[in-house]
């Protein structure tokens, strides 16, 4: 199993992008996924979660301008990313939980990341 995260890339404050997470694989089930982001020097924080049913949740800093969403049928997550600040510059990562067709076992797997800088 693989997740490949894309879309990542420099852009002004105030700006948009648009990231996407590909799972691909012997898969079963995918069941909640998720955005992180790492800043230099930081830890790794959960930026958003969308369950299988669709619920989403959002950290504090990003509610009102970032939206996750999925594409099940595509086995794709995304994250569209409004209103970028400064703050927001980190690498992001995906992360889901999957449950592998051969074994039947259910793991948490992650992207490689995708650097997102904001700046002017």
């Known amino acids: 199993v693989q997740l490949q995260a894309s879309g990542g890339g420099l852009v002004q404050p105030g700006g948009s992008l648009r990231l996407s997470c590909a799972a691909s694989?012997?898969?079963?089930?995918?069941?909640?996924m998720r955005w992180y982001r790492q800043a230099p020097g930081k830890q790794r924080d959960m930026v958003a979660v969308i369950t299988s049913g669709g619920s989403a949740n959002y950290a504090d800093s990003v509610k009102g301008r970032f939206t996750i969403s999925r594409d099940d049928a595509k086995r794709t997550i995304y994250l569209q990313m409004n209103s970028l600040k400064p703050e927001d510059t980190a690498v992001y990562y995906c992360n889901a939980d999957i449950r592998i067709l051969r074994t039947r076992d259910r793991d948490v797997y992650w992207g490689q990341g995708t650097l997102v800088t904001v700046s002017s």
């Open positions: 694989g012997s898969i079963l089930s995918i069941y909640d």
